[in-house]
């Protein structure tokens, strides 16, 4: 069974890593970036992406909640992608988007970083380095793949909460399960896109909201229970 996707990528500046992240993408979807009110014009994006501009910005959730309002035209997914990031499996979007659907869970993929590691998560056994899939408490907001209803009925992120930090988690954990694919493989440079927050008052307003604490390195430290 085939699924309609809409990807949508958030950008705000670095329009080079846009360029980057779409050239690959070889599967047939909709492809939507997602400009947050960058002030100067960027040029260079691939014939297969419809541009929205705008004119205010309003943040790494607003800008994603935005788009998902004005591009979505009744596709079966949704897709959050970072712009740094790049794809490492032809057959990426398809499989996660049937997972999502069946599972009625937000699904993402496996994570490699500059150094050549695994996205460590804290919630990973060794063992769940494995190919495969494995349930967990939440994902890296760099890719999440949704199923439009599930997307609606959670009501997008929590932008007033969490502008920029803590609103992928904040998701996932309203979700309630997650599923990695690990025959999915995502490369991400993280922070290339980094924009100085303030994210002490949304670190705390997720410890109070969830009952977890995070330690220095922002990884969350919880029950885990399935």
């Not at 009110?37 to 929205?52: N, S, V």
């Not at 004119?55 to 009744?74: I, K, Y």
């Not at 490369?187 to 290339?192: D, K, Q, T």
Request: net charge neutral; with cysteine; proline share 4%.
């Amino acid at each position: 069974m085939s699924f309609s996707i809409l990807v949508i990528i958030p950008e705000y500046g670095n329009r080079g890593l846009t360029v980057d992240c779409v050239f690959t993408i070889t599967e047939k979807v909709r492809i939507v970036v997602a400009d947050d009110a960058f002030p100067y014009d960027q040029q260079g994006l691939d014939d297969r992406c419809e541009l929205l501009s705008y004119h205010q910005n309003l943040g790494f959730s607003g800008n994603v909640n935005r788009a998902v309002r004005d591009a979505w035209d009744g596709e079966d997914v949704i897709v959050i992608l970072n712009n740094d990031t790049y794809l490492e499996s032809k057959k990426f979007f398809i499989p996660m988007a049937e997972l999502a659907v069946q599972s009625k869970q937000i699904v993402g993929p496996s994570i490699r970083l500059p150094n050549e590691r695994i996205s460590k998560h804290p919630q990973l056994l060794p063992e769940h380095t494995k190919k495969g899939l494995y349930k967990i408490k939440s994902l890296s907001g760099c890719c999440m793949v949704i199923q439009s209803s599930l997307w609606f009925d959670l009501g997008g992120l929590h932008e007033q909460q969490f502008p920029s930090y803590f609103s992928d988690t904040d998701l996932c954990f309203r979700a309630g399960k997650c599923v990695i694919d690990f025959s999915c493989h995502l490369y991400h440079s993280p922070n290339s896109t980094y924009r100085k927050v303030n994210i002490k008052p949304m670190k705390k307003a997720f410890e109070d909201k969830w009952g977890v604490k995070f330690d220095v390195t922002g990884e969350y430290q919880c029950n885990l229970n399935y």
